[in-house]
């Protein structure tokens, strides 16, 4: 396409103070702070897809915090005050998103989230509820009253099999996906800030006097630019901690009297599901084969996909005939450290990426995070 430019095209759409790579929850919201914060800069996103690319429009809507069980492993790797940084940078960037864009155009519903835990699973569940009171307190704090509770009671009622114990976290919520994703765009076009998709961003170049993104359509010239896409971060900029972590989900046809209400995470967190206008959205089954599930390719495979129908006819619908209606995949990015990466990777290119699979939580504040380390650079 370059080569059959206009000098007005060139001249217009092509030149802009800042360019940000990938239109997924991150990039967006960093060119909302950036516009808000200094609405004279000329700002661009790329998106390589026909959609945000990755897993911003194909994630299960969870706005969690993280399950107990989750909560237990990732204070062992960075200690209680880092886990407790995590979860109120978690907390905020959900207030953050809903103060942003409003609860009616997330479609936000605070039903509570669940943790389930079979028969075969003794001394997890043991552990779980012996750390209820400690993770309430250190909660406390961050959020207001106590999280977690035991709700085993609401066992039968929620129609599962093999089913033993529930720990009920009453701050957990669910999202439309892709209704905060239209709103996010919307909101994003309001302020004038350009969006192109179909744009596949080869290589970027920066010296002291301008930064060159070589696109498939051709080249754009900025000050800045900011990349974004996650676990796609390293086609980019290479040597950064981010691994990829495919996410295999599918979901039922419309199922009558439906019982279930809420999210629900199983096996630490491995496996994921939620009602979603009388169907049972379910996700997860990455641990089924850490190395096959660390690609950037989207797809599905029958492993993940057999074990997820087994666990909707054994645990979760049990005795309730349903039908498959769609599979998808979206790809996360993971890394070492749970902190999201927010660096100059090199000289006016910046990077925000790796929210390990807390992308609804974690990624308003990683966008804002990174536009304030932009904003220091200009």
Same mark, same amino acid.
């Given at each position: ?36 914060t200094?609405?004279l ?9 026909f ?21 237990m ?20 960037g ?8 409003g ?6 519903r ?7 835990f ?28 106590? %999280?977690?509770?035991l709700? &085993?009671?609401?066992? @039968? !009622? #929620? ?10 976290? +009453?701050?957990e ?11 996010l765009i ?5 302020l ?12 970027i ?7 060159v ?8 010239y900025?000050?800045? %630019?900011?990349?974004?896409? &996650?676990?796609?971060? @390293? !086609? #980019?900029?290479?040597?950064l901690d ?5 996410? +295999?989900?599918l ?10 209400e ?27 084969d ?8 989207f ?26 209606? +769609? ?8 890394g070492k450290?749970?902190e999201?990466?927010?660096t100059e990777a ?11 699979g ?6 308003s ?14």
């Amino acid at each position: 396409m370059s080569s059959n430019l206009s000098y007005w095209e060139k001249a217009t759409f092509f030149n802009f103070d800042i360019v940000i790579i990938g239109s997924g929850i991150v990039g967006l919201n960093a060119a909302i702070h950036l516009k808000k914060t200094c609405p004279l800069l000329k700002i661009i996103v790329l998106e390589r897809g026909f959609l945000p690319s990755g897993a911003s429009t194909k994630n299960a809507g969870f706005a969690c915090f993280g399950s107990l069980s989750e909560l237990m492993e990732q204070e062992a790797i960075c200690g209680t005050e880092g886990l407790m940084l995590l979860i109120e940078k978690r907390w905020k960037g959900l207030l953050k998103l809903r103060t942003l864009l409003g609860d009616e155009n997330l479609d936000y519903r605070q039903f509570g989230g669940y943790e389930l835990f079979t028969n075969d699973d003794d001394a997890t569940i043991e552990q779980c509820v012996s750390k209820i009171e400690h993770y309430n307190k250190l909660i406390t704090p961050i959020i207001g009253t106590q %999280a977690f509770c035991l709700a &085993n009671d609401k066992i @039968k !009622s #929620l129609g599962f099999n093999n089913v033993q114990n529930l720990i009920y976290n +009453q701050y957990e919520a669910q999202i439309d996906t892709g209704k905060m994703m239209f709103n996010l765009i919307q909101l994003a076009q309001s302020l004038q800030i350009f969006i192109l998709n179909n744009c596949q961003v080869n290589e970027i170049i920066s010296d002291d006097k301008q930064t060159v993104i070589h696109t498939n359509q051709g080249k754009f010239y900025c000050k800045k %630019a900011i990349v974004t896409t &996650n676990a796609f971060v @390293k !086609s #980019l900029l290479p040597g950064l901690d981010v691994e990829p972590g495919r996410g +295999q989900v599918l979901i039922t046809k419309p199922i009558e009297n439906l019982k279930i209400e809420g999210t629900f995470h199983y096996n630490k967190g491995f496996y994921y599901f939620r009602n979603i206008n009388d169907r049972i959205l379910l996700g997860g089954g990455r641990n089924l084969d850490f190395n096959a599930e660390a690609t950037t390719e989207f797809g599905e495979t029958s492993l993940v996909q057999n074990t997820l129908e087994m666990l909707l006819t054994n645990i979760i619908l049990p005795n309730t005939p349903f039908e498959i209606d +769609q599979r998808w995949s979206g790809i996360m990015a993971f890394g070492k450290y749970l902190e999201p990466i927010i660096t100059e990777a090199k000289p006016n290119i910046f990077c925000a990426a790796r929210c390990n699979g807390m992308g609804i939580a974690m990624g308003s504040q990683t966008g804002t995070d990174v536009a304030e380390l932009v904003l220091k650079s200009l």
